[in-house]
């Protein structure tokens, strides 16, 4: 065989989900075997990739966002749109956590883990030593821990000189800071690991240990066949829309005893048929209540007398005057706006979603109601209208002001704070830099800005 053949045979097995698949598998019974030597300690998949190789029911129901580019070489950061301080509850109950994540061939440990969690328990250290008033122990590490394999000590100094700026930045944010009473390190294991650490009992912990776990084994081109009959394929979970067909982890792990089972040729037509069975249950789940805003009715709005939705996916019948129960001189309490993918809906999203959006829920908020807003993905541009919302209804306090703070009050200061407030609240929130900078348009730019400012903001539900 050729070397072009070769290689063909390679990207085609890469992309075979029966491989990727039964690679999961694999890797996810070794992340069984950390669980089981750390069964006190919460098991935490990093999103998206972590989700394949923890099963749900060892895995805890929260989630921890850390991206391996905020670790890449020379573009190293902290962002505060992604602190993940909703984990540190966690790991005070618990005296730390066990984090999952993997990666492709060519590494052993992937960015994330190697390099982005240990800047933020360094970070995180050093803004709680900052923000401290007396209750730290004398000594408190705020050092830098990096794998000496993967992180080169040019690399590892370059990162510490960053250290103090990005913590002085999180010290000084609207983020809440639990009372930590030792500092958070990160400790790695991987398939190559041949003895798991051991921990002193909580209290006599120096530390709260934070277990990065790389889930893959480290191969030759990142392929390996297997007895069994399948190509192991190093980091599998990866870029699961490339070879997924539009399996997710949660469908997965919901019929993995069935999916393994089943024979190469015939998995694709199984997977389109979860798939299918799949989107027929499809609804958004509002609280955790079932409420379908896909066929709002006047029976699901009686259920939630004091709440106002507000709909934003790109499938649902544009209303320009809203939709369902509305009675007399009241306006509707669901509005429904067709929002477009791609660059149309960002455009779309400055001139007509945010327009419109804005004095709905002024409305309802003079009532005292409950806003839920919704879009196809709820990390998006729902959050960058509840951005909107709340720089132009609330105070600094938190407070309601239906009627309205004036523009001169509102700054890309106040943008960053409220888009802070709903992150502590809401950790799965992750609006796009689009998205944001359409909200900074929407509020503050000139040539957006009405010849009435105030009705840019309030006008059109009263009238």
Same mark, same amino acid.
């Given at each position: 065989?050729?070397?072009?053949?070769?290689l063909?045979?390679?990207?085609?097995?890469?992309?075979?989900?029966?491989?990727?698949?039964?690679?999961?598998a694999?890797?996810a019974?070794?992340?069984?075997?950390?669980?089981?030597h750390?069964?006190?300690?919460?098991?935490?998949?990093?999103?998206?990739?972590?989700?394949?190789?923890?099963?749900?029911?060892?895995?805890?129901?929260?989630?921890?966002?850390?991206?391996?580019?905020?670790?890449?070489?020379?573009n190293?950061?902290?962002?505060?749109?992604?602190?993940?301080?909703?984990?540190?509850?966690?790991?005070?109950?618990?005296?730390?956590?066990?984090?999952?994540?993997?990666?492709?061939?060519?590494?052993?440990?992937?960015d994330?883990?190697?390099?982005?969690?240990?800047?933020?328990?360094?970070?995180?250290?050093?803004a709680?030593?900052?923000r401290?008033?007396g209750?730290l122990?004398?000594?408190?590490?705020?050092?830098?821990?990096?794998?000496?394999?993967?992180?080169?000590?040019?690399?590892?100094s370059?990162?510490?000189?960053?250290?103090?700026?990005?913590?002085?930045?999180?010290?000084a944010?609207?983020?809440?800071?639990?009372?930590?009473?030792?500092?958070l390190?990160?400790?790695?294991i991987?398939?190559?690991?041949?003895?798991?650490?051991?921990?002193?009992n909580?209290?006599?912990?120096?530390?709260?240990?934070?277990?990065?776990?790389?889930?893959?084994?480290?191969?030759?081109?990142?392929?390996?066949?297997?007895?069994?009959?399948?190509?192991?394929?190093?980091?599998?979970?990866?870029?699961?829309?490339?070879?997924?067909?539009?399996?997710?982890?949660?469908l997965?792990?919901?019929?993995?005893?069935?999916?393994?089972?089943?024979?190469?040729?015939?998995?694709?037509?199984?997977?389109?048929?979860?798939?299918?069975?799949?989107s027929?249950?499809h609804?958004?789940?509002?609280?955790?209540?079932?409420?379908?805003?896909?066929?709002?009715?006047?029976e699901?709005?009686?259920?939630?007398?004091?709440?106002?939705?507000?709909?934003?996916?790109?499938?649902?019948?544009?209303?320009?005057?809203?939709?369902v129960?509305?009675?007399?001189?009241?306006?509707?309490r669901?509005?429904?706006?067709?929002?477009?993918?791609?660059k149309?809906?960002?455009?779309?999203?400055?001139?007509?979603?945010?327009?419109?959006?804005?004095?709905?829920?002024?409305?309802?908020?003079?009532?005292?109601?409950?806003?839920?807003?919704?879009?196809?993905?709820?990390?998006?541009?729902?959050?960058? $209208?509840?951005?909107?919302?709340?720089? $132009?209804?609330?105070?600094?306090?938190?407070?309601?002001?239906?009627?309205?703070?004036?523009?001169?009050?509102?700054?890309?200061?106040?943008?960053?704070t409220?888009?802070?407030?709903?992150?502590s609240s809401?950790?799965?929130?992750?609006?796009?830099?689009?998205?944001?900078?359409?909200?900074?348009?929407?509020?503050?730019?000139?040539? $957006?800005?009405?010849?009435?400012?105030?009705?840019?903001?309030?006008?059109?539900?009263?009238?």
């Amino acid at each position: 065989m050729d070397t072009a053949k070769a290689l063909g045979e390679l990207r085609r097995e890469s992309q075979s989900i029966f491989n990727r698949i039964h690679s999961i598998a694999e890797d996810a019974a070794f992340v069984k075997q950390v669980y089981d030597h750390y069964p006190d300690l919460p098991l935490l998949p990093n999103m998206r990739c972590g989700a394949w190789y923890t099963d749900p029911k060892i895995a805890s129901t929260e989630r921890a966002y850390f991206k391996s580019t905020d670790g890449h070489t020379n573009n190293w950061s902290f962002n505060l749109r992604r602190p993940n301080l909703h984990i540190l509850p966690l790991i005070i109950e618990h005296a730390g956590l066990v984090l999952v994540d993997s990666t492709r061939a060519g590494k052993r440990i992937p960015d994330a883990l190697s390099k982005t969690v240990p800047m933020w328990c360094a970070v995180v250290n050093t803004a709680i030593l900052k923000r401290a008033t007396g209750y730290l122990p004398e000594i408190w590490d705020t050092t830098l821990y990096t794998p000496p394999g993967s992180v080169s000590l040019q690399e590892h100094s370059q990162i510490t000189l960053r250290l103090d700026r990005w913590a002085s930045e999180l010290a000084a944010s609207s983020y809440r800071l639990p009372e930590l009473d030792r500092p958070l390190r990160p400790i790695w294991i991987t398939p190559a690991t041949t003895v798991f650490p051991t921990f002193p009992n909580p209290p006599d912990h120096e530390f709260y240990p934070i277990i990065c776990v790389s889930a893959s084994k480290q191969v030759a081109n990142g392929t390996e066949r297997r007895a069994s009959g399948f190509a192991y394929i190093q980091g599998s979970g990866d870029d699961h829309e490339l070879w997924g067909m539009g399996l997710t982890p949660n469908l997965y792990w919901k019929h993995h005893h069935k999916i393994l089972t089943t024979g190469s040729s015939e998995l694709p037509d199984l997977v389109r048929s979860l798939l299918s069975n799949a989107s027929q249950n499809h609804s958004i789940d509002i609280d955790h209540n079932g409420v379908d805003l896909s066929e709002p009715d006047s029976e699901s709005l009686r259920a939630h007398p004091n709440a106002a939705f507000l709909c934003l996916t790109p499938d649902s019948p544009d209303d320009p005057n809203g939709s369902v129960a509305s009675t007399g001189d009241e306006p509707p309490r669901m509005l429904r706006i067709q929002t477009p993918d791609g660059k149309k809906g960002q455009h779309h999203f400055l001139i007509a979603v945010l327009p419109r959006s804005m004095p709905f829920i002024a409305h309802h908020l003079q009532r005292h109601r409950t806003i839920c807003i919704a879009c196809s993905t709820g990390t998006d541009m729902s959050v960058g $209208v509840a951005v909107a919302a709340l720089a $132009v209804y609330f105070r600094a306090d938190g407070s309601c002001f239906p009627q309205g703070n004036a523009r001169s009050e509102i700054s890309k200061d106040v943008v960053k704070t409220r888009l802070q407030w709903i992150i502590s609240s809401y950790p799965q929130a992750n609006p796009s830099r689009t998205t944001l900078k359409r909200v900074n348009d929407f509020l503050l730019s000139p040539l $957006v800005q009405s010849s009435e400012p105030s009705k840019t903001f309030t006008s059109g539900m009263d009238e």
